[in-house]
C-alpha cells in the first residue's frame, strides 16, 4: 500500500487568532517553510512531462497537501492521453495548497501573489466550500460538481505510550475523551492534553468543534462546558501527515513524558504508521451515544472554480478521469478510501481494521458556521477594567464563619486573574467613597497588556501584588456612581478587536451619601449604550447583604450578567458562564 512517495507537507493557514500555541507547533512549523516552492515545481513537472507543449488549455487543480500526490499521478496519466478541447490540447496542472488557503484565494479573504488562479479545488473537506461560499467572490465562483473524490474518517490519537500509560483507550472511546474533568471528560489524574487543531485552518479541527458542540447541547450551562473545552485544548496545526505526528509523538516521551491527545485523519495515521511500523500510533474511531456523534470524515469534494468555457470543458473531461477505476485505485493506494468508502487493507499490527467505525451525521452549513463562530467569539482577547469594592461593607463576615468579605474577593480574585490568558488587557480601580477627593473611586492600575512590564514587574504581576494586600476602608460604598465612571471610561477607550467589560467584585450595597442610585444608573447606562461600541458590566457579588436584583439589572441592561458567590473557588464556575455569554444571541438566557 506504501506509495513511495514523500508526504505531503502542511502549508501556512489563512490568518488565525491568537491563541495558547503546544510546542508541538514549533516543530510542525518548520515543516511548512518550503511548500509554495515544492507546490510549484510539482505542478511545472507534469505539465512538462507531456506531449502536449503548444498553447495547451491549461486547468490549475488546487489539491489538499494531502490527497495532492495521488491526484498528481492521475494527472499524469490524464496529461498523456491527448485529450483536446476547442481544438486545444486539454493539460492538468495540480498545485498542492492547504485548503484554508485556497479557501482564502477563491473567496478574495485572503490574495495568494505568486500562485496561478484556481480553476478547480479539491479541498479536505466540504466544510471549506461552504465557508468560501460564505463570502460574494466565493459565492459567485465556486460550483460544486456534486463529486468526492477520495474520504477518510477521523480518528482520535495518541502516541502508543501515552495511551498504555493512562489506558484511555481501554475502552471505544466517545468525544468526551476531549473534555475537561469538570464537565464530564476523563479523570484530570490521567494527565490527558488536548492538542486541537485550529478549526479556523483546519477542518479536522472544525469537525472536532461540531462533534463537541452537539455533545455538549446549546443550553446555558451548555455553553459555559463548550467555553471550558475551547479553554482547556492546546491550539496546534493540523497533524495531517507522519512528520507532524512525527513531532506530536515524541512529545510524549522523554523528558516531556506528557500525555497528548489529538485528532487526525486515518490516512495520516496509516502513513504514520507506515512510516513507523515498529511504533503505530494508538488510533480509534470515536463513538456517539446518539446518532449525529461519531467518526467525521474528510470528503475530498471536486469544485469548479472558473467561468472560462474551456476551463470548464476540461474540468469536466478530468472529472470523468477522477471517477474511474484507476484514479479510485490511486487513491487507495495512498492510504484513502475511495468515494464509495472502500479502502485497501491495512496491516493487522495497525490496530484498525477490527474497530467497529460510527460515521457522524455531516454538518450542515449553518452548523459548520454556527459552531466556527463561537469558537472565534471565545477566542477574541478581552479589555477588562476591575472594580474593586473596599469599602466598609467588606469588612464583614462572609457567612461561612471563617473570613471577611474582603478576604473572600482577594482569593477569588486571585484564581479569577489566573484563568485570563497573556492575550487579556486589564486595568484595576477601587471604590469606597471620596478616593480621589469627592470621587468614590480610584485607579491602581491601567488598562493595558498583561504581560507588559510596569517597572520591574509585569501588568499581571503588578495585579496580584495590589489584590494580594488590599484592605477595606470604613468609609461607605459609592458602587453605583463607580459603575457608571468605569462603564464611561471604557466605552471612551473602546477597542473593537477585544470583548471590553467593566468587572465589579462587590459585597453589592451603594450607602455613600450623595451617589446616585440604582435606578439613576440604570437611566444613564440606557442612553448611553451603544452597540457599535459594546462594553459589558459582569457583576460579581459576595455575601447576601447586597441589592443583587439592581446588580441584575444593571448587568442586563449592557448584555452581562451578573453572579452570586458564597465560596471563592465559585469563581472559576463564574468565569466560563460569564465568557459564554459571548455566545448568546440577542436575547439568550444567562446561566
Not at 507537507?9 to 511548500?35: E, N, Y
Not at 498528481?72 to 476547442?86: K, L, P, T, W, Y
Not at 502516541?159 to 489506558?167: I, K, L
Not at 486573574?417 to 473611586?441: C, I, R, V
Request: charged share 15%; net charge negative.
Amino acid at each position: 500500500m506504501a506509495s513511495g512517495r514523500a508526504p505531503a507537507q502542511p502549508a501556512a493557514g489563512r490568518p488565525g487568532r491568537s491563541r495558547r500555541v503546544s510546542i508541538t507547533l514549533l516543530v510542525v512549523m518548520a515543516v511548512a517553510i518550503a511548500c509554495t516552492v515544492m507546490a510549484s515545481m510539482s505542478a511545472a513537472a507534469i505539465v512538462g512531462s507531456t506531449s502536449c507543449s503548444r498553447d495547451p488549455a491549461l486547468l490549475n487543480v488546487a489539491v489538499s497537501t494531502d490527497l495532492a500526490p495521488a491526484i498528481q499521478q492521475i494527472a499524469r496519466v490524464f496529461n498523456g492521453e491527448d485529450h483536446s478541447v476547442g481544438g486545444r490540447c486539454a493539460q492538468v496542472q495540480v498545485t498542492e495548497e492547504d485548503s484554508a488557503t485556497a479557501a482564502g484565494q477563491i473567496d478574495g479573504q485572503q490574495a495568494q501573489p505568486g500562485l496561478p488562479p484556481v480553476d478547480a479545488w479539491i479541498p479536505d473537506s466540504s466544510l471549506w466550500v461552504d465557508v468560501a461560499r460564505s463570502y460574494p467572490l466565493g459565492a459567485q465562483a465556486v460550483q460544486p460538481t456534486g463529486l468526492n473524490v477520495a474520504e477518510s474518517p477521523l480518528m482520535l490519537a495518541m502516541s502508543a505510550s501515552a495511551a498504555a500509560a493512562t489506558q484511555a483507550f481501554a475502552v471505544t472511546p466517545g468525544w468526551n475523551l476531549l473534555l475537561p474533568a469538570s464537565v464530564g471528560g476523563p479523570p484530570a489524574s490521567l494527565g490527558l492534553r488536548v492538542e486541537l487543531p485550529d478549526p479556523q485552518q483546519s477542518a479536522t479541527g472544525l469537525a472536532t468543534l461540531v462533534e463537541m458542540s452537539r455533545l455538549l447541547g446549546n443550553s446555558p450551562a451548555a455553553r459555559a462546558s463548550f467555553a471550558k473545552f475551547v479553554f482547556s485544548a492546546q491550539t496546534t496545526t493540523d497533524f495531517g501527515n507522519p512528520i507532524s505526528l512525527a513531532a506530536f509523538v515524541a512529545s510524549a516521551g522523554p523528558p516531556a513524558n506528557e500525555h497528548p491527545v489529538t485528532v487526525t485523519s486515518e490516512q495520516a495515521v496509516l502513513a504514520y504508521d507506515r512510516a513507523n511500523p515498529g511504533q503505530p500510533l494508538a488510533a480509534r474511531y470515536p463513538i456517539g451515544a446518539v446518532s449525529p456523534l461519531g467518526s467525521p470524515k474528510l470528503d475530498y469534494p471536486f469544485v469548479l472554480t472558473t467561468a472560462s468555457p474551456l476551463e470548464l470543458a476540461a474540468a469536466r473531461m478530468f472529472e470523468k478521469a477522477l471517477q474511474q477505476g484507476y484514479a479510485a485505485s490511486v487513491i487507495r493506494y495512498d492510504g484513502f478510501r475511495s468515494a464509495d468508502g472502500v479502502g485497501d487493507s491495512s496491516p493487522r499490527s495497525f490496530g484498525l481494521s477490527a474497530q467497529p467505525i460510527q460515521p457522524a451525521v455531516t454538518p450542515t452549513s449553518s452548523e459548520a458556521q454556527t459552531t466556527l463562530q463561537a469558537w472565534q467569539k471565545l477566542g477574541v482577547g478581552s479589555r477588562d477594567l476591575t472594580l474593586i469594592d473596599a469599602s466598609a461593607a467588606m469588612d464583614t463576615p462572609d457567612g461561612n464563619g471563617s473570613q471577611t468579605l474582603e478576604q473572600a474577593l482577594t482569593q477569588a480574585s486571585a484564581l479569577g486573574l489566573s484563568l485570563f490568558p497573556d492575550t487579556t488587557n486589564m486595568g484595576l480601580w477601587e471604590f469606597s467613597a471620596d478616593l480621589t477627593g469627592t470621587k468614590p473611586y480610584r485607579q491602581l492600575v491601567s488598562v493595558g497588556p498583561l504581560p507588559a512590564e510596569l517597572g520591574l514587574i509585569t501588568r499581571r504581576q503588578q495585579l496580584q501584588q495590589i489584590i494580594e494586600t488590599l484592605q477595606p476602608t470604613q468609609a461607605p460604598a459609592g458602587l453605583y456612581g463607580s459603575i457608571l465612571a468605569a462603564y464611561q471610561q471604557m466605552q471612551a477607550s473602546y477597542r473593537p478587536e477585544f470583548a471590553n467589560a467593566v468587572l465589579v467584585l462587590t459585597a453589592g450595597i451603594d450607602n455613600a451619601p450623595g451617589d446616585i442610585s440604582a435606578a439613576t444608573l440604570l437611566a444613564r447606562l440606557r442612553a448611553i449604550t451603544n452597540p457599535d461600541r459594546k462594553v459589558e458590566i459582569v457583576a460579581i457579588m459576595f455575601g447576601n447583604a447586597g441589592n443583587f436584583t439592581a446588580l441584575q439589572q444593571v448587568a442586563s441592561a449592557t448584555g452581562g450578567g451578573a453572579y452570586e458567590i458564597t465560596d471563592p473557588t465559585q469563581i472559576l464556575k463564574v468565569f466560563f458562564e460569564a465568557i459564554s455569554q459571548r455566545l448568546c444571541n440577542p436575547g439568550c438566557s444567562a446561566p
